[in-house]
């Protein structure tokens, strides 16, 4: 049986990351890929966990290379995907997750058109900027640098396979779960 590459995107704080630990917790057969990135790690982050955490030099090296599926620069600092890794993922018989920008996305669908893109949409503008305040995790720069990339964001959405509305949180994760299911039973 073939395996199944699914992207989820969506705007900083708009709880990709929410809804898809919900959806892993229920299925942890799937795997979530894990990025290099350029940014530093927030409290709590752990280095081959959530991200691996590279050195600007590294990530030119690797871009020089050829090393990476996708990547791009979002909000001051740089994002890829490793070839290798998802190919060995692949290869290994796993059906991967990538939470990635839509940039990314666009890559990944342009080089594995069956890959399936999934936008993560908030209910407003308002809950939004709410929600990625709230965090707590981004000084205001930062925070402005996120909601500078939205309007972008939401216009690329178009090109996604499908769009769901991160309103309430459990509603969120089971239309999650019955998009990867329905396009599972296509395999
Ligand atoms: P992202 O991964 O898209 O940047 P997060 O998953 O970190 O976003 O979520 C941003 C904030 O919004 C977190 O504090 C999270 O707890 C909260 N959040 C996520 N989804 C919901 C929801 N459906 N309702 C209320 N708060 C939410
Ligand atoms: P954060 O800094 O909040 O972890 O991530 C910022 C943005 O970068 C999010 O939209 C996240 O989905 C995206 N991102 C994380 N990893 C990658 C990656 O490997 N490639 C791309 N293009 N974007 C990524």
């Not at 090393?67 to 692949?90: D, M, R, S, V």
Request: aromatic share 10%.
């Amino acid at each position: 049986m073939n395996k199944k590459l699914f992207v989820i995107s969506g705007s900083s704080g708009v709880g990709k990351g929410t809804v898809l630990k919900g959806f892993l917790e229920r299925n942890p057969e799937f795997m979530l890929s894990i990025s290099c990135t350029t940014r530093s790690p927030r409290p709590g982050e752990v280095d081959g966990v959530n991200y691996f955490f590279i050195s600007k030099k590294e990530f030119q090296y690797c871009i020089d290379n050829n090393k990476f599926l996708e990547w791009a620069e979002f909000a001051g600092n740089f994002y890829g995907t490793k070839k290798k890794y998802i190919n060995q993922c692949l290869e290994d018989g796993k059906d991967i997750i990538l939470e990635i920008e839509t940039n990314g996305a666009m890559q990944v669908k342009k080089q594995m058109p069956e890959a399936v893109l999934i936008f993560i949409c908030p209910p407003s503008y308002e809950t939004l900027e709410n929600r990625l305040r709230g965090r707590h995790t981004e000084d205001e720069d930062t925070i402005q640098k996120r909601l500078d990339e939205v309007k972008k964001e939401l216009k690329a959405a178009e090109n996604f396979d499908y769009r769901i509305v991160n309103d309430d949180l459990e509603t969120a994760i089971t239309t999650l779960e019955s998009v990867i299911k329905g396009e599972m039973e296509k395999c």
